[in-house]
């Protein structure tokens, strides 16, 4: 059993407390879709979703070996780093919910581990080939990677139902809806648990309390699956708002190809060991699906501040755990004050939070009043828009004074010569 210091011991708690606001952060990722669709109710979604990540927790390790033995040097890290860390990540993914943005919880943690590990060992201690292969690049390549592959699988899943029964055909999507919102839930579990497995299992190499290079041990694999797992039937409803009715107007069968895409792409990055970012994947999905589906709407201004929010998540995760690492360099008292400030600066989160309620109550109710953008108007300006009936088209045209309207069959009058 390993032997644990008042440092580690909350360094424990708060990487679980940064796995519990992940759960609640992401559970968008898996149940956005299926529950602004009408597939499954909102409790009853997050409550499935957070059961498979439970499960998911145990499918694999590998994303959680590439944060404990390759992003930093293990080598001179403290406890206090890994808690410095965390605080920023805490922090950055409290302030997202607030104002309803799929940020990356996964880059919010390795923000702040880098800027923590910076700021105590210096950029020497940071693997910059292991950042850019399995953080940067996945980062950029995952939402375009999955976002042509549900605008295709939109486009053929509509092309394949063009003749079917439009009622039976919205009720089999439904279910596939449902099936592959569960692949997503147990996709982020394998994948976003391990990070916090991988941030403990750090902690528990830098105290001393397990052998370099050793994998997390089985408690640390159990109590990290239940944090993200009780994160998840919270229910972070803000952020669901955005991704299910926030970026575009989703149908069973776009929800269905989101959520397949989306779940290839993490399952595949879990085995290949990338710290992917679920939220990135399943938005470009989101993204796609609009795009593919003919007079879909993409709404650029909310996939913009999504985008912005994306950027800015490594380096202001960074600063908040470099600065967090000098306070708590200081000494226990240094420790103290960043404790008291996290914990401060979270309940005033929450507060602020209480001004407008969002739960799975309202969750579907959004301005929907928000303009397409140029993107979606270019888009469908070279789409030709549905064939209107002979009727609605005679009916567009204004007769002239004094005569009948003209009937279905009749082209419009020639007009007049002046």
Known sequence: MESFSLILAIVVVTALAFDFTNGFHDTANAMATTIS?????PKVAVAMSAVLNLVGAFLSVEVANTISKGLVDENGIRPEVIFAALVGAILWNLLTWLVGLPSSSSHALMGGLIGATIASAGF????????VTKVLL????????????????TRFSYGMGKNADGEASRKGYRAGQIASAGLVSLAHGTNDA?????IITLALIAGGAIAPGSNPPTWVILSAGLAIALGTYIGGWRIIRTMG?????????QGFAAQTSAATAILASSHLGFSLSTTHVVSGSVMGTGLGRKGGVVRWSTATRMVVAWALTLPAA????????????LGDWGTAVVAVFLVGSSAAIWKLSRRQVVDHSNVNEVDETEPAGVVTAAIAAVIPPPTAAAE???ATIPAPAGAEPASATQAAPPAAKV
Do not use: F, R, S, W
């Not at 669709?37 to 109710?41: E, F, H, N, R």
């Not at 020497?124 to 950042?131: I, R, T």
């Not at 009715?245 to 069968?253: A, C, H, I, S």
């Open 138 to 153: 996945p980062a950029v390549a995952a939402p375009i990677v999955a976002g042509v592959a549900a605008m295709l699988a």
């Open 245 to 253: 009715k926030g970026l575009t107007d989703l149908e069973p069968q």
């Open 318 to 329: 960074a600063l908040v755990g470099a600065g967090a690492e000098a306070v708590t360099d």
């Open 124 to 131: 020497g201690a940071v693997h910059g080939d292991v950042l």
């Open 37 to 41: 669709t009408g597939a499954l109710k």
């Open 392 to 394: 609605d088209l005679a």
């Open 194 to 198: 391990q990070k916090t497995m991988g």
